[in-house]
């Protein structure tokens, strides 16, 4: 395994805990990245550097964004968010996972990729449900607005310094676990 492969599999899982946050963003901004030559995807993806994935998935992002801001519809959203973050941060995965078998780099990005993405949506939408619960949605949209502040500074660090964006990634993951083991009941 190459150091390059190593930073790859760093880079997803980074992508893939920004996916939890936000679907379309780390996407879109693969798309970027790819589109601009700034990094390369897995041979395989290259179509999501292109002009059309670029304007759909910018278009998808700022939808999403919005749509969170709505009553109601940021519930009805965390409803499907949990499995489309685990089949987007599968994807995320399998984008820039370079130098591997197939079969390996598959199980990563269903394991790290889909299991992070989805654990950061399910947290996440706990936390809004929680919200809506006690304050009756108006804490809502500041809920919303640090997720997406997340996941745009979980992106820019996962692609400028893969290393230190699978740092955040333990430390989200800590603060989730100490943060469940705390509410579950007894």
């Known amino acids: 395994m ?3 492969t190593i930073i790859s599999v760093f880079l997803g899982i980074g992508l893939a805990a920004s996916v939890g946050f936000r679907v379309f963003l780390p996407l879109f901004a693969l798309s970027l990245v790819s589109y601009f030559d700034i990094w390369e995807l ?6 999501i550097g292109g002009s059309l994935a670029l ?21 009805v959203l965390d409803t499907i968010a949990v499995p489309l973050a685990a089949v987007a941060g599968t994807a995320v995965m399998v984008l820039v996972i370079i130098d591997l078998n197939p079969l390996i780099t598959w199980a990563l990005a269903i394991i790290a990729g ?3 993405a989805a654990t950061v949506s399910g947290s996440s939408s706990a936390t809004r449900l929680t919200s809506t619960a006690s304050t009756a949605g108006f804490a809502n949209p500041v809920i919303s607005t640090l997720e997406t502040v997340a996941a745009l500074i ?9 290393v230190l964006g699978f740092i955040c990634v333990l430390v989200i993951m800590y603060i989730i676990f100490k943060v469940f083991k705390k509410i579950r009941p007894r």
């Not at 897995?42 to 179509?47: A, G, K, L, P, V």
């Not at 304007?55 to 519930?75: K, Q």
């Not at 992106?155 to 310094?161: D, H």
């Open 42 to 47: 897995n041979e395989n993806f290259q179509w």
């Open 55 to 75: 304007l759909t998935l910018g278009v998808a992002t700022i939808v999403e964004v919005l749509a969170y801001y709505m009553p109601y519809v940021d519930n």
């Open 154 to 162: 979980m992106t820019i660090v996962s692609l400028l310094l893969p």
């Open 2 to 4: 190459t150091s390059d």
């Open 114 to 116: 889909g299991g992070t």
